[in-house]
């Protein structure tokens, strides 16, 4: 089992930048493909990014395209995701999720990520 810890979560204004953080701890953490979701109050939660196990490979959601980048650092057990051009619809809990063995059409769903951080709160203001 992999335990995540999320940080960086705050109160910025609209068009300002945030960097999230996820700290992995247990097993190894190169093995898995890791991800960024997000929930906002009254909706679902919702897919916003995927990192393949070496980096090489991202997927974002169309929200965040060109906004928003994931990276991760596999010698800190670490994944990013930096946050530019924020918006008051980015206001969300968001979480770090990490799994492995499904295909990339898998990527956006929750059913990929076996383990889940507790979650960092983002707030846009307008």
């Known amino acids: 089992q992999v335990q995540l810890v999320e940080s960086g979560g705050g109160l910025v204004q609209a068009g300002g930048s945030l960097r999230l953080s996820c700290a992995a701890s247990?097993?190894?953490?190169?093995?898995?493909?890791m991800g960024w979701f997000r929930q906002a109050p009254g909706k679902e939660r919702e897919f916003v990014a995927h990192?393949?196990?070496?980096?090489?490979?991202?997927v974002y959601a169309e929200p965040v395209k060109g906004r928003f980048t994931i990276s991760r650092d596999n010698a800190k057990n670490t994944v990013y995701l930096r946050m530019n051009s924020l918006k008051p619809e980015d206001t969300a809990l968001y979480y770090c999720?990490?799994?492995?063995?499904?295909?990339?059409?898998?990527?956006?769903?929750?059913?990929?990520?076996?383990?889940w951080g507790q979650g960092t709160q983002v707030t846009v203001s307008s």
């Open positions: 999720a990490g799994g492995g063995g499904y295909s990339s059409k898998y990527y956006p769903s929750e059913t990929a990520y076996a383990f």
């Open positions: 247990g097993r190894t953490f190169s093995d898995y493909y």
């Open positions: 990192i393949s196990w070496s980096g090489a490979s991202t």
